[in-house]
């Protein structure tokens, strides 16, 4: 595409006049960053093509964690640095952009992978779509107040959303048994890198079906239509907040209903009007359930067909070709299950097709003790996803592996084919090109540009690792500055750059074990105040992590990392050896800045527990090393690596079976004193604790009944003698070879490397 900076801020200046009766010189950030993206989608969208005919994949995802768009579409489109000149030619800034709110629909990894897949899609030509909900709130903003968690409203579409536009013409209505609702879509572009290709991303709207009725308010007979009205638009109001934890509630069931109905509605209105038999549904579309809060479409889409005439069988048969399942997690708490008799009584057609579903499992013959869609009026939703879809996957090996001996063990045994596995990737546009521009331009300078759109081609760069090292020591260094300026002004902690960098960033789960980072800093601590510890390297531990705000013990270990961070950090005796950092609102924007200037990247979930992990991957592709447990994509990574180009500590999957067996964790404290001395720092008093917040938090840990689920302590010697390992090798020329090597073994993780599998090995396209 020829640019022309002057024509294009002439269309800038021009959409500002008519909009906003403004100008170039004189419009307000949000007036400016509408312009921009209007004019930039004037340049792109005039002469869209419609999509090629053949068949299309819809990703069903109830999270889709987009972060901010402007820069990342403007790279896509290769505009970036053009709009960069353009603006500097009239004295701006297009940095002036970086207060743009992220779109933060989505919790964490599970709807920032959905984000991940659609750009790499896009950009390998894939014709993938994806179809979710248009929440009016995301997830919520998080501050701390005395070092407790605080929840806000996220308010995304505050500077208005430019990159949506609102296609009233394909709205549906979607039926619950109490009212019926219209679903409006809301369709966003997707940008391949720099090809052209323009996929969909459909966000559903929920609006009353008639109008506010206002004569009928005035005579006084409006309050049912009011009352109708608030129920309609409630149903996308927020995001759910959960992540890895199931809570069921109703209106997260109408939610997922709503979106799938009125995805699946417009999909079949879509394929009559081309004139497609109903019947070849499978040629022109297959459906992608991203973990199972989609699930409801496999029923949702049987009703439809047998609407249109079909049969249950021929509806039934159809099913088993189009959706596929994606599992994300393990947990026993996260897997989604309903009460029968609540959602026979809100979609009372929907139910009905589930036990047609439940009754044909039985006539194939399938053991009813082992494979159950519905047993004791709970319907089990990864089970009915398991049994209708051609394909099920984990996300990544290990993942996939537990899936088939234990948490699926008895569909395995029955349907060995249906299972594959499609390990985890992330987009090296975002997650290299955009967030690191100097360390990708080093890396540009060796081995071309190829890279950008085919990651495999960090094999090459290997014989220049060592040539590499000072170059990759300075843009580090730089990276690091940046983001100690940016923590200086958002969280008023001063960093040094010279500092280790020690980073955990993920949302804040049990089974992520940040309470084990947490026990280990104090331990150093006392160490040092003890003069136990004579030298220990300059670090700074950050975390970055939302507690779902019904989490208890989730904000007990927030609380409690904000408590160290203010004890060491107010004490001038360590000052010049740790600080500790628990950033606010950590988000996809807050990510783009961490990842480049991080020098440990912790994956320190117990093993078993973390399904696959992405931040892992981010960090690796950046350059930097991993002190990880053998969990989810870290077995991966070492394979890619090599373990001797990370930190690998704790039990394995197989140990973790045999220790819980006879554990006894206060074994643990007691033959270790300064262990102990920071595990009762939870109850001794050295902590604030009016809520009783952190005194669970110690039970959780020593209780007689379950004690220590995650095994922190049984990991505990194992990590910190790891990390010591790490914080001395830190600044030798090996360690520096260590995260180039992990850059050069990158290639695997890319997203699009997993699309590509996707698209070959489940959906056929
Ligand atoms: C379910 C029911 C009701 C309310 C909420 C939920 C719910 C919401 C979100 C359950 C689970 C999630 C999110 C799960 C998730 O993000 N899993 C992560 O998926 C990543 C991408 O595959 C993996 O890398 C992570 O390991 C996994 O934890």
Known sequence: MKFDGKRFLEEIDAILGTEFGTTLSSAEEKEMYVALTKAVKRLVLADRKAPAEGKRCAYFSAEFLMGRSIFANLLNLGLLDDARKAFASIGQNLNRFEDVEDAALGN???????????????????PLDGYGIRYRYGLFKQTFEDGYQHEEGDDWTKWGDPWGMRVERDSVIVEFADRSVKAVPYDAPVFGYRNGVINNLRLWSSEPVQPFDFSAFNEMKGEHTAEENFAATKICDVLYPNDNTMVGKMLRLRQQYFMVSASLQDIVRGEKRKGHDLRELDRYFCFQLNDTHPVLAIPELLRLLQKEGLSFEEAFALCRKCFNFTNHTIMAEALEKWDALALSDLLPDVYAQIVRCQQQLESDGLDPARCFIIRDNVIHMANLAIYVSAKVNGVARIHTDILKTETFADWYAVYPEKFVNITNGITPRRWLLLNNPELAHEIDLRIGEEWHTDLTQFRRLTPFADEMLPAFRALKRRNKERLAAYIKEHEGVELSPDFIFDVQVKRLHEYKRQLLNALSILYFYFGIKDGEIEEFPPTAFLFGAKAAPGYYNAKAVIKFINEIAKLVNSDEEVSDKMKVVFVQNYNVSYAEKIVCAAD?????????????????????????????????????????????????FGATVEEVAAVKRFYCPRELTETNPRLKRAVETLVDGTFPDEKGMLKRLHDSLLSDYQPDRYLVLYDFAEYVRVKEELLRDYGTEEFDRKCLFNICAAGKFSADRSVKEYAELIWNL
């Not at 964490?108 to 894939?126: K, V």
């Not at 994956?603 to 592709?621: D, P, R, Y």
């Open 108 to 126: 964490g990894g599970l709807g920032r992978l959905a984000a991940c897949y659609l750009e790499s899609a896009a950009t390998m030509g894939i």
């Open 600 to 648: 440990i990247s912790e994956q320190i979930s117990l093993a078993g527990m973390e399904a696959s992990g992405t931040s892992n991957m981010k960090f690796m592709l950046n350059g930097t090393v991993t002190l990880g447990t053998m969990d989810g994509a870290n077995v991966e990574i070492c394979e890619e690596a090599g373990a001797e180009n990370e930190y690998i």
